[in-house]
Nanobody, 120 residues
Framework: DVQLVESGGGSVQAGGSLRLSCVVSGFTASRYCMGWFRRSPGKNPSGVAFVDSDGSTTYADSVKGRFTISKDSAKNTLYLQMNSLKPEDTAIYYC????????????????WGQGTQVTV
C-alpha cells in the first residue's frame, strides 16, 4: 500500500521555525514530483513548494526565502523547513506525490498524506 505520513506540525510564535516531514512507503519517492500544499480554513488547498524527480525546486512567492523543500532518497522522506513563520502560514499542510501536468494543481497528484496542522 502507498502511504504518505506527515509529522512535525505544531504551534509556534511568529518568527519561529518548524520542520515538516513526510515519510513515503509503497513507492520510490525520488521517481515522482513531490510537494507540499496547505489549506487554510474556508480556502482551497494552495501549493507551497515542490521538488521534481530531477531535484529542481519551485516555491510559492509567499514562502520564497523562508521555506526550503528537500528530500532524502535513502529515507524516502520529504521535508519542508519553515523559517520566519507568519500568522498567515497557519494551515493544515499536506504532502503529495504524483506525475502532475501542472505542479500547482492539487488534483493532478495521485497520493496524499493525512495532513499536519501548523499554527502560528
Amino acid at each position: 500500500d502507498v502511504q504518505l505520513v506527515e509529522s512535525g506540525g505544531g504551534s509556534v510564535q511568529a518568527g519561529g521555525s518548524l520542520r515538516l516531514s513526510c515519510v513515503v512507503s509503497g513507492f520510490t519517492a525520488s521517481r515522482y514530483c513531490m510537494g507540499w500544499f496547505r489549506r487554510s480554513p474556508g480556502k482551497n488547498p494552495s501549493g507551497v513548494a515542490f521538488v521534481d524527480s530531477d531535484g529542481s525546486t519551485t516555491y510559492a512567492d509567499s514562502v520564497k526565502g523562508r521555506f526550503t523543500i528537500s528530500k532524502d532518497s535513502a529515507k524516502n522522506t520529504l521535508y519542508l523547513q519553515m523559517n520566519s513563520l507568519k500568522p498567515e502560514d497557519t494551515a493544515i499542510y499536506y504532502c503529495a506525490a504524483g506525475l502532475p501536468a501542472n505542479i500547482w494543481v492539487a488534483t493532478d497528484y495521485n497520493y496524499w498524506g493525512q495532513g499536519t496542522q501548523v499554527t502560528v
